[in-house]
């Protein structure tokens, strides 16, 4: 007999909405979802597939719901998107994966112009059908495409930076796991912090922060670059197949896992996000974040910087900046 490794505890009525939920992240981040005891629906949309994805998922046994859905066919009179709407009504929680995923040779930003559209267009749903709700950005490149959810969100009159957030969880799973490894412990007990970006040299671990860890400069710098460029490591393996998928989806997994804590009351819930913040010249910057009952209660500071990590910091934020303009102008000009 099969038994679940996950809790058995009754899901609390928590619904999670997945745009993009028939991709390579969206179908194993459902798949998650829909074992977690702490959501009561997960709620699957994409331009194709997304009801096959959502029959599959109901046929394990979990207590959470499972819904699939399309984007309306169209008809006369007009009635929008009836399955986005769908999708979205009533959601506490929104993960956006929909996108095309890199391909060898390409940047996250060389995503941008098929990408920015797509989460432009999600983002008028989420604006529209559920403005109240948490919405995590996965969609590359994530340097811009939350500046275009936010510049969309307020345009509709709805923005609240408390409630969008960018999900640089992969960055800081890549961390543990390559830390741990370099230092000989269990990378699920290391404990690192991953601020600035999503992209390349924007992403920032401060490895100088990490309790009795021991870096030569060598390792110091071989890891923080692997760290900035993991996703590269993992398109070049795929030879095309695809990107950074699985762990994606785990990380998307724990990002909402954590959410969904803060928005039940727990306490002292904290996890580095690309939020709305004033602690750099950055309007946007990953940084360590307290999470709570309606959603970004705190963006806390993120100590000191080695001199190493300055160095990087000082090169990262001209390019940070430039790609957060870079989505702003998509939606405004």
């Not at 009525?13 to 798949?31: D, E």
């Not at 986005?84 to 060898?104: F, N, Q, T």
């Not at 590359?140 to 960018?166: Q, R």
Request: with cysteine; aromatic share 6%; hydrophobic share 40%.
């Amino acid at each position: 007999m099969l038994r679940r490794a996950f809790s058995s505890t009754a899901a609390a009525q928590t619904k999670v909405a997945v745009l993009g939920a028939a991709g390579g992240i969206g179908q194993p981040l459902s798949l998650l979802l829909k074992l977690s005891p702490a959501i009561s629906e997960v709620s699957c949309y994409d331009v194709v597939n997304a009801p096959g994805v959502a029959a599959d998922l109901s046929h394990i046994p979990t207590s959470s719901a499972v819904s699939g859905s399309l984007p309306h066919a169209g008809s006369w009179p007009a009635v929008g998107n009836i399955g986005l709407e769908e999708c979205l009504a009533g959601s506490d929680v929104v993960i956006i994966p929909a996108g095309v995923p890199r391909k060898p040779g390409m940047t996250r930003d060389d995503l941008f112009n098929t990408n920015a559209g797509i989460v432009k267009t999600l983002a008028e749903g989420v604006a529209k059908y559920c403005p109240k709700a948490v919405v995590g950005v996965i969609s590359n490149p994530v340097n811009s495409t939350v500046p275009i959810a936010a510049e969309v969100l307020k345009n509709a009159g709805v923005f609240d930076p408390t409630k969008l957030c960018g999900v640089t969880t992969l960055d800081v799973i890549r961390a543990q796991t390559f830390v741990g490894a370099s230092q000989g412990w269990r990378p699920e007990e290391t404990d690192v912090t991953v601020i600035g970006g999503h992209a390349g040299i924007t992403i920032l671990p401060l490895l100088s922060q990490i309790a009795d860890a021991k870096f030569t400069d060598e390792v110091r710098d071989q890891l923080t670059r692997r760290i900035q460029f993991g996703g590269d490591e993992v398109v070049a393996a795929k030879a095309g197949a695809g990107s950074a998928t699985l762990s994606m989806a785990y990380a998307g997994y724990l990002f909402t896992e954590n959410v969904i804590r803060g928005l039940n009351g727990e306490k002292d819930v904290v996890q580095c996000a690309y939020v709305e913040s004033k602690i750099t010249d950055a309007e946007y910057f990953a940084s360590p974040c307290k999470f709570g009952k309606n959603g970004v209660e705190e963006v806390l500071p993120f100590g000191q910087l080695s001199d190493y990590e300055q160095m990087w910091f000082d090169k990262m934020m001209p390019d940070l900046n430039a790609q957060i303009q870079k989505g702003k102008d998509f939606v405004n000009n």
